[in-house]
């Protein structure tokens, strides 16, 4: 299989390991990343340094919300496929530098938008987050469940650019799916997620942070299996309805080609049972220090990944113990420890 796919953020986690994925596929990828110092632009460059490597990926360095370029490299590349993975990231970090969020998750996600719309791309698939389900107590998430009430910035400014691609798909007819993302973790993994917060503070005997005092559930997802998921996804091309009459089933869009997807496991875990699988993989016990809830933190998420399953045939399926045993035999390497 062939084509051209314009993949932002592919310094960051998730895009490098989709970027890994579709020039193993046979496709021309073209890389968009600012290299911000949201955590060590080492781990960054070292990413795209493998990237590099390989005949069939180019790379442009800028900021999403930089006017015009993103156009100008659409129009340079002409993608096929764009998939929007870059973002400023971390519900904790929004409560710091709240103005980041608007600049990279709102404005930033506009001119992408922009640039789909002028180079027609036959579909664009756009990063969002489990977090825009918020104050929805009602569980799993289901993509048609009420997401009205955002408790963090970051939460806000991803379902603002939600809604900002539904306006782009009604208005140009222009083929977008949303990509809910739940916990997702693995090798190559931010160094604020707290899989490599754990692993990092077991390993020189800090201890570690339990929020809540441990009282979370989270439905964690393996970054290949996510990966796996996407690539998918990029031939679920969305259509308008004709009638505008949706199946119960679909979150389709009645007036516009415009489509949410869940991508989680389906298997809430509760933190503590995390660390455990942490423990394991180290060999080492983790020193606990009990927290209140973190301010903009949801107690559970959980993923109704029916739909996902429905439209690929396909469901995450790593199980917990082998991602985390996975990740920790990458941060060893990594860190030489």
Not at 16 to 31: D, K, N
Not at 206 to 211: E, K, S, T, V
Not at 274 to 281: C, D, K, L, Q, T
């Amino acid at each position: 299989m062939s084509g051209r796919v314009l993949v932002t953020g592919t310094a960051g986690f998730i895009g490098f390991h989709l970027a890994r994925l579709l020039l193993e596929e046979g496709f021309s990828v073209h890389g968009y990343d600012g290299f911000t110092p949201y955590y060590d632009p080492a781990l960054k460059r070292q990413r795209h340094a493998i990237l590099l490597d390989h005949p069939g990926f180019t790379a442009t360095e800028a900021l999403l919300e930089e006017k015009g370029r993103l156009i100008e490299t659409a129009e340079r590349f002409v993608p096929d496929v764009i998939v929007h993975l870059a973002a400023q990231a971390g519900v904790r970090h929004s409560l710091e530098a709240p103005r980041s969020y608007l600049e990279s998750n709102v404005a930033g996600s506009f001119e992408l938008l922009e640039a789909a719309r002028i180079v027609g791309v036959r579909h664009l698939l756009m990063a969002s987050t489990s977090s825009v389900y918020g104050g929805n107590a009602t569980l799993p998430f289901r993509e048609t469940d009420r997401t009205d009430w955002p408790l963090s910035i970051y939460a806000a400014s991803k379902k603002a650019a939600e809604d900002l691609a539904h306006c782009h798909a009604h208005l140009w007819n222009l083929p977008t799916t949303m990509l809910r993302f739940f916990t997702v973790y693995g090798p190559w993994g931010r160094p604020d997620l707290a899989l490599y917060r754990f692993v990092e503070a077991i390993l020189e005997d800090r201890p570690i942070d339990l929020y809540n005092h441990g009282n979370m559930r989270r439905d964690f997802t393996y970054v290949d299996d996510l990966v796996r998921a996407i690539r998918l996804l990029m031939d679920v091309v969305p259509r308008r309805p004709e009638d505008g009459r949706v199946p119960e089933w679909d979150s389709l869009s009645p007036v516009a080609p415009y489509r949410v997807v869940n991508i989680g496991s389906s298997r809430p875990v509760c933190l503590l049972a995390f660390v455990a699988a942490v423990e394991a993989a180290l060999g080492r016990q983790a020193r606990r220090n009990p927290m209140p809830m973190q301010k903009g933190d949801a107690p559970a998420t959980w993923a109704d990944a029916s739909l996902l399953e429905r439209l690929t045939g396909y469901r995450p399926d790593t199980p917990l113990d082998i991602g985390v045993a996975r990740f920790v035999a990458w941060y060893r390497s990594w860190t030489g420890r």
